[in-house]
């Protein structure tokens, strides 16, 4: 089995900071991902990268960006964090041979003063 | 539109009783499906997938899917209440790389 890891647990920022999540995962997948939940509801994706140096645009892109460093990382930086925002960010990865199944972390909660 | 939709939002069964989970797409390439479970403060986890029309049993939960009508359920029979989370319908069609996820339900188990 594997694991994917969320750096940091909790993140708080200031209004207009930029802030930088990180993922690491050790499945060997190649495709990774990463998703904002706001308030328990649905999964809105702002990224996801099918290999090792690529970038494609989820529906919410706009006011993040991503960097995959090496197959096993993914990390997305907020650009200017708003203030009140509060969701949580989600990373996951997967392999498409098992049907798409996405592996996911246990999340950065993100909270902006 | 979303292009897969869940129902009910939210959904109160007691201990021991059914739950019935509905999602439908409204896309005909979808071809992938799957149930993944989301507790509190944790990631999403996949439950089942379902890739083929009819039921497909795992323990206590049982998948139905039908392509022509775009419908895939989910059932728990004697739902416990480490049952009680949220749930969310996701699809994805061969040859894309995203799986599109509904809206979720919750779901409450009451002991």
């Known amino acids: 089995g594997g694991i994917i890891t969320q750096t940091p647990k909790f993140l708080i920022g200031q209004e207009g900071q930029k802030l930088t999540l990180k993922c690491q995962q050790n499945f060997n997948h190649d495709t990774m991902y990463w998703y904002r939940q706001d308030s328990g509801k649905g999964l809105r994706l702002i990224y996801y990268?099918?290999?090792?140096?690529?970038?494609q645009k989820g529906d919410l892109s706009e006011g993040y960006d991503a960097s995959r460093e090496k197959k096993s990382s993914f990390s997305l930086t907020v650009t200017s964090a708003q203030k009140n925002e509060m969701a949580v960010f989600l990373c996951a990865s997967s392999i498409p041979d098992r049907g798409y199944e996405q592996y996911f972390g246990p999340g950065t909660r993100l909270t902006v003063l | 539109q979303q292009k897969v939709q869940q129902s009910p939002e939210s959904l109160s069964v007691p201990e021991g009783g059914m739950a019935s989970l509905n999602c439908t797409s409204s896309d005909r390439n979808f071809q992938y499906f799957w149930w993944y479970r989301q507790h509190s403060g944790e990631g999403p986890k996949a439950l089942m997938s379902i890739f083929s029309d009819g039921d497909k049993k795992e323990g206590r939960f049982t998948a139905h899917l039908n392509k022509a009508s775009l419908h895939v359920s989910l059932h728990i029979r004697d739902s416990q209440p480490s049952d009680s989370a949220l749930y969310f319908c996701?699809?994805?069609?061969?040859?894309?790389?995203?799986?599109?996820f509904g809206s979720g339900t919750q779901l409450t188990v009451m002991p």
């Open positions: 990268s099918i290999t090792e140096n690529d970038l």
């Open positions: 996701a699809a994805a069609s061969s040859g894309s790389w995203q799986l599109i």
